[in-house]
């Protein structure tokens, strides 16, 4: 007996992003991802989208964690990631920078490592990360209203700090290259807004765009896909986002991007995550609503020689309808198998 909806494999899900050629459907990467208050509103009711399949395994851990360092100076940790600030004086970066840990030394590697023996054993597409990177990390640590102002009154210290933190970063993915031997990177930066970038185009590739360039390099020259997620309007930055190695980019966020402008100007140099908009209509629309918007996303991204998987968004929050959550992954397999199936008269989501 079959799975219903059975999952890809390795290879399947790597040839989509490697634009290779299409899967017997779009992968499904964190396509049911949870998000805040979506368990406990409806706890145990979720467990019918069981069925449903996610085609990639992640492993994500935290390689910067300021409340582990044994900093000498403390700060309010309850205070949110949008506002804390845990370096309040560049004075400070040096002693940070020497207590930032070694992968070697970190009980979370172990964990990972312990993880990735099951997902290779399965013939799963794996995924190794952690969220903020050069942008959402630095903001992270000064606060956004002092980094904003950094760019213009301590471009020396935002070097430092970014050239430790990229150092900090390659030692964890060579680790993780050798010991987990992971099939993609995941990250996150959140470069835009609703309408534009948060800073400008000219600040991007001051200050950020080199070390993306750094961390590119190392991935290619590992073979690792480099999946990145940043919310808002990055439409000014994607030839960038291309240059510096970025594979595959998530979430094409809905209303800030022209899907269509994105696909013709950059599909055939970019691999896309495509978030489905859990912002407004899985919330508002209706069944038939979600699923003609999931046709319209594959129908725009999707080509016979791939370059696209399927996300719910940034996650489903509380208050969503669970007959459109429903509605949205029972479209994304039954449709995209339709629609991208290489092997005429295969219908991989037939019960056997």
């Given at each position: ?10 290879k ?73 600030i ?80 990229l ?16 099939d ?47 919310c ?25 991007m ?87 008269g ?7």
């Amino acid at each position: 007996m079959k799975k219903l909806f059975p999952t890809l494999t390795r290879k399947q899900v790597a040839d989509v992003v490697d634009r290779k050629t299409a899967a017997p459907r779009v992968p499904m990467i964190h396509a049911k991802d949870w998000g805040e208050g979506l368990i406990e509103q409806y706890g145990d009711e979720l467990k019918r989208f069981d069925k449903y399949p996610e085609d990639a395994d992640s492993i994500m851990i935290k390689p910067v964690n300021a409340e582990n360092m044994n900093l000498s100076w403390s700060w309010n940790t309850e205070t949110a990631h949008d506002s804390r600030i845990v370096i309040d004086d560049w004075a400070k970066l040096d002693e940070f920078i020497e207590k930032l840990p070694s992968p070697e030394n970190d009980p979370q590697m172990e964990a990972a490592v312990a993880k990735s023996v099951k997902s290779r054993k399965n013939d799963r597409y794996l995924l190794f990360g952690w969220w903020r990177l050069f942008f959402e990390r630095p903001w992270d640590l000064r606060g956004m209203e002092n980094l904003m102002v950094d760019y213009y009154t301590e471009p020396e210290n935002v070097h430092k700090l970014h050239s430790a933190l990229l150092n900090h970063f390659i030692k964890y993915l060579d680790f993780a290259a050798r010991e987990i031997n992971p099939d993609g990177f995941w990250t996150s930066d959140d470069l835009g807004h609703q309408t534009s970038l948060m800073m400008s185009p000219n600040i991007f590739r001051k200050f950020i765009k080199p070390y993306y360039q750094k961390i590119g390099t190392f991935l290619k020259k590992k073979n690792i896909h480099w999946w990145l997620h940043s919310c808002g309007n990055n439409t000014e930055i994607m030839s960038d986002l291309i240059e510096t190695g970025v594979t595959i980019f998530h979430p094409v966020q809905k209303g800030t991007m022209n899907e269509m402008k994105i696909v013709k100007e950059f599909g055939d140099k970019l691999s896309f995550l495509v978030g489905f908009d859990v912002q407004h209509i899985i919330q508002e629309a209706d069944e038939k609503g979600v699923r003609e918007e999931v046709r319209y996303l594959i129908d725009t991204f999707n080509k016979p020689e791939g370059g696209m998987c399927l996300a719910a968004g940034n996650g489903i929050i509380a208050g969503t309808p669970i007959e459109n959550i429903e509605a949205f992954l029972n479209e994304a397999v039954i449709y995209s198998g339709t629609k991208t199936c290489p092997v005429k008269g295969q219908n991989m989501n037939s019960q056997s």
